[in-house]
């Protein structure tokens, strides 16, 4: 944390000094060089606490061999390079971060520095939850806090058919988590609605979660959902599972993440691009997402995202689908055991089937850094899987291998394997090379110990024997990308036997942002039966908000157009919404459109869908939804409403003598994350757990003098857990005045101080210093008798009274030391 007599100085040089050139551009008027401890951040993310040195000539100085290891793990080792190459004297300046197109300011307002880097100059990292961060220090969360999340909804079914059948039905949802230091007890359910018949209220889960951040594991007691292993069955049971795994800890709903997973900090807005052509744009709360969270197609997919977040920062994130790619480190590891009994949860109460059990458990260790080894098993009540996987890397690509055996009491025993082979290079600067094939096999009598359908030797489980999918990227420049992608399935019966092979063309035009795809199929079935089909995209962005999505495809002569809109999400007033329309062969039109709202203290959703089957025979049916939702958590012993809490939050209080001022929380250009309204304290329900952050606030029309401190809560929550914050306190008196010797009737001039409160040493003396002229400011005063120290070579001593009535700046004029 910033230490308060650097904090003294900057302040008396902000309020005191008197100088015409105190524009934007000034930020040291001094004309004298400043050294300080400065908080360094990327966007939201705290990265440390680096020495600067704010020159008279403006100029933005830091120690090169800290500053470039404390950017280690932040910023990509040509970028480091660079930055060493040019150190001048052994430091590092503001124009170096310039010249490589990464920028640097410092924010006077929270004297803090500020990066802006592309995604291009970040180092990719590993999850890694070992030891806490060590460069700051975080709040500390409330020791109890907690939430529930209540929605109301409604919809209306019409189906225009000789029946005209038209349903209503009304549902309402109430989830709740309570925290208590790492433990989180977490209840949902449900209540419908329909057609005014009796309602029907369910329990959809219970399950206390308890972690330990440090180890990355999670253990589980209750009702929660088991993934398994790649080949095990996954499914809903009530029982105890533990799991240390580095993408299973900020995930809120307790299901084990792929390795191909990726967390927000923010809500954002995700685009969806497959062969380089935005499909698809998605809207996403802050937490932990992966690809079985987004709909992808049959086989191997060239898929990117482009996450951007409420200020509007991009990422871009590719994603290859043939392997895991999550090596472990050289002896670390990761471990997942569940056991207990099966249920089935639906719009009522869980079934639990206590006669049928379920363990299953799975163990990957990282033998060396290019090569990680696992094992699996899976035990049910009639059957059960062993299994086993190695994934490794060599200089020609990235394997992994997975071997799966089972056996059941009817049917026997079964197999399942698969091979994954991943290749990335570059041909030069602007082009690069993918390949990238997956291939899977299954025994006709492989079963996963979960499957409950009724087995016989005669009904085999699996109708493909064989699947094989292969793609080859090449990508010539940024306007222009090649792919090939063939697949070949061999399936047990004969007829459903069949490859595909499928090239495609894609790429951006000009410079506008718009980008294109045409894809061709050919399927051809082992009967001597083909199909053949086109798809063409067009993807067109009209500035950073909107954009349309239109698309043909030549098999069922289906043409479909999409328009989006998406302002400030993330945010108060966030704003998202769509409006689309489909015509094909066996629909004359298809409609859709949709919004959603994020107001300050709720959320609202609706989506409207009409199908027009056949315009002549005026067959269509129509669903109209609607959901209104709001959350209210506590948090040491303050209260608050807003938004809906997904995983962590933080209710944040005024200070009394601040309480009718307008306060924002993150303002950007595009609005607020969540400001005051005169309701109560302000809630801030979107903390992503485990994940370092910066909540910034501003407040307006401050009184004179007042002192807000830092202005900012450094955090780092755990899962579930509440933060219990206020902006401002009685610690907001400045103190001005200018000291003068009783004897000599002289300026005091270029000493420094301490100012204790009387009778509250658990408080640290505030710190300050004299300039030339005497003249001094002391911050983060309150009310009461303080003792005044001053370091001249013999210290002298005297009390200064602040009464509780006192104005935020108060000025003390001359003061005579003996």
Known sequence: MFKSSVISILIM????????????????????????????????????????????????????????????????????????EQQLDGMISQAMFTKLNIGLSFEMSSLELVLDANSEDLKVGQIDFGDKPTQRSFLTPSLFSGYINLSAGASRLENNTPENDVGVQYSHTLDAGFNYERAVLEYESI??????????????????NYDFPEQGTRLTIGDFYSSGATFQDGGDMLGIGIARDFSLIPTKNVRPTAARQFTLQRASTVDLLVDGVVVRR???????????????????????????????????ISFSIATGMDLLKEGEFEYNFNGGIKSNISDAEPEYEREKYLINGELEYGITPAYTLGGNFQVGDNSYQLGHRSLFATGIGIFDIKTTYSYQDVLGKGLAASVGYDLIGSASTDSTFEFSIYYDYYSQYFIGARNDILVTPEAPINANQHFLSSRINYTFNPFLKVSLTGNYVHAYDDAQRYWTLSPSLSGSIFDTGATWSARVTHKEFLDDSSEFSGLLTLSWPFGSESRVISSYKTDNKEISSEYSYRKNVGNSGGISMFAGATHSETNDIDGDVGIDYDANRFTLRAQHVSRYSDFSEDTNNHVTQAKLATGIAFSGGQLAFGRPVRESFAVIKQHKSIEDNRTEISPSSMGARAYSDGLGPILIPDLAAYSEQVISYEVE???????????????????????????????????????????????????????????????????????????????????????????????RYFELVIDEDSSALLRLGKLYVD
């Open 701 to 795: 029309d401050l009184p004179a003098g007042y002192d807000l401190g830092a202005g900012v809560f450094p955090v780092y929550p755990g899962n579930g857990q509440g933060y219990n914050l206020q902006i401002g306190s009685e610690a907001a008196i400045t103190l001005m005045g200018t000291l003068l010797d009783k004897e000599t009737q002289q300026p005091i001039t270029l000493v420094a101080g301490k100012a204790a409160l009387v009778g509250r040493d658990d408080l640290e003396p505030l710190q300050f210093f004299t300039n030339r002229t005497g003249r001094f400011a002391i911050s983060g005063v309150r009310p009461g008798t303080y003792k005044i120290k001053l370091n001249t070579p013999t210290p």
């Open 191 to 208: 209540y419908n609605d329909y057609q005014n018949q009796k309602g029907l209220y369910s329990r959809q889960g219970t399950r206390i």
């Open 282 to 316: 998605l809207t996403l709360g802050a937490g932990s997402y992966n690809l079985q969270d987004i709909p992808l197609a049959e086989g191997v997919s060239d898929l990117e995202l482009i996450i951007t977040d409420a200020s509007g920062k991009e990422e871009r």
């Open 13 to 84: 040089l902000l309020c005191l000094l008197t100088t015409s050139v105190m524009g934007s551009e000034i930020i040291n008027p001094t004309g004298r060089d400043i050294n300080l401890t400065s908080l360094l951040r990327l966007h939201d993310t705290v990265i440390g606490e680096v020495e600067v040195t704010i020159t008279k000539e403006q100029l933005i100085l830091m120690p090169a061999e800290a500053t470039i290891t404390l950017l280690n793990a932040t910023l990509s080792d040509e970028v480091l390079s660079s930055l060493s």
